[in-house]
């Protein structure tokens, strides 16, 4: 594996990354319902991985990391599969541990997550060879992503690439499935609702403060910035979307979104640290709501869906440093479960420019 995020601050980029996995296969006698044909009978895995982090040397003397693990969820799917040749993509989530993380004092150079518990991303492509009905042996490629979700500051986030070879062993022989994903199964219509579908969904989360942190390490020196707790604010979400079932797997719409930042009177502060009365004058000043709307898919899997969003701010002011231009993104997962139904549960990241701002955990109600 290589780190790709921020390289000027490393002599080595290099580390070693092994892993351990445990995988269904989906197939025509398990996957019935129709969405395991539907996804041309994906794979679905539980794993964990060790990234030799320790081996990675910062500019500084005052700055290391150390190891890394990650647990973590996977679904690999085939987009093109022969008799011995398979071909697609992977898309994992999880968490992963450091005891690396910065210290002011200690390890004031790895500011690029802040916490011991980060949240795990990761996405790439593999080609597998079917040696026999049982052995499979893959080449791989993949991006990984560990952040603080701004569950704490600072959170420049951990980027690293890199590829591999894997060896699987079945303890049953695959199943014989179709092999161009692009001649897709439909999806029975007894299993989903065809036509639009309306939602009102409130959320929250907490935020560590980007400006607060920058004002704080102008104010107070080091020795006193290792015993200042960064405060984790509150924030609040209410939506209401309206989206259209266009078949089983997908799903599209808009929403209208309200979000509540409680920490108007800490940017205030912290922005007069930071800039001068001029600039503070030419922002748009403090308001504490932010309203905007956006468009939406989901893409879904028996009861799970994927939620992505792009959206645009009808209103936002919020001073100089957390300005961050019209659009902002939500990405996550929705559960709907039917022993609770008409009520879900989802959670999502917002962002601005694919930087996070706070995980959004939400449960609203399908009308």
């Known amino acids: ?41 994906p794979v679905f895995g539980i794993g964990i991985t060790w990234n030799t982090l320790s081996d990675v040397d910062f ?20 987009l093109i599969r022969t008799r011995h040749i398979g071909f697609g993509y992977d898309v994992s989530l999880g968490l992963s541990y450091s005891s690396g993380y910065y210290d002011p004092l200690t390890n ?32 791989g490629i993949n991006v990984r992503h560990n952040s603080s979700a701004r569950f704490a500051y600072p959170n420049g986030g951990l980027n690293y690439w890199g590829g591999g070879l894997a060896v699987r062993y079945r303890l049953s022989e695959r199943e014989k499935t179709r092999g161009n994903v692009f001649k897709t199964t439909k ?38 910035l290792a015993e200042t707790n960064l405060r984790k604010w509150p924030m609040f979400s209410l939506s209401a979307d309206a989206i259209y079932r266009l078949t089983g797997r997908f799903a599209v719409g808009g929403t209208i979104d309200t979000f509540w930042n409680t920490n108007i009177e800490n940017l205030k502060w912290s922005d007069s640290v ?24 989901e893409v879904f899997y028996k009861d799970f869906a994927l939620y992505i969003q792009e959206g645009v701010y009808l209103l ?52």
């Open 274 to 297: 930071l800039y001068s009365e001029e600039e503070i004058a030419a922002s748009k000043g403090y308001y504490p709501f932010s309203f905007g709307f956006g468009l939406v898919q």
């Open 108 to 139: 004031p150079s790895n500011w690029f997550f802040s916490a011991p518990v980060l949240f795990y991303v990761a996405g790439g492509g593999h080609l597998t060879w079917m040696v026999a009905p049982r052995l499979d042996v893959e080449a």
């Open 59 to 78: 500019k500084s003397t005052k700055g290391h990391y150390s190891d890394m693990f990650a647990l973590y969820g996977k679904i690999s799917r085939d």
């Open 187 to 224: 999806i029975s219509k007894d299993l989903y609702d065809k036509g639009w579908n309306f939602e009102v969904y409130a959320g929250g989360g907490v935020h560590a403060c980007a400006a607060e942190w920058k004002a704080t390490t102008k104010t107070v020196s080091k020795e006193t």
């Open 1 to 41: 594996m290589t780190i790709g995020s921020f390289r000027d601050s490393y002599t080595s980029t290099g580390f070693n990354s092994y892993i351990l996995e445990f995988d269904y296969l989906t197939g025509p006698s398990n996957g019935k319902d129709g969405y395991a044909a539907g996804y041309n009978y």
């Open 316 to 367: 936002r002011r919020m001073g100089v440093h957390a300005e961050h231009g019209w659009l902002y993104e939500r990405a996550g997962l929705r559960y709907y479960p039917k022993a609770l139904d008409p009520f879900f549960l989802s959670v999502c990241i917002k962002a601005h420019r694919f930087k996070a701002d706070y995980m959004d955990f939400c449960i609203g109600v399908r009308f």
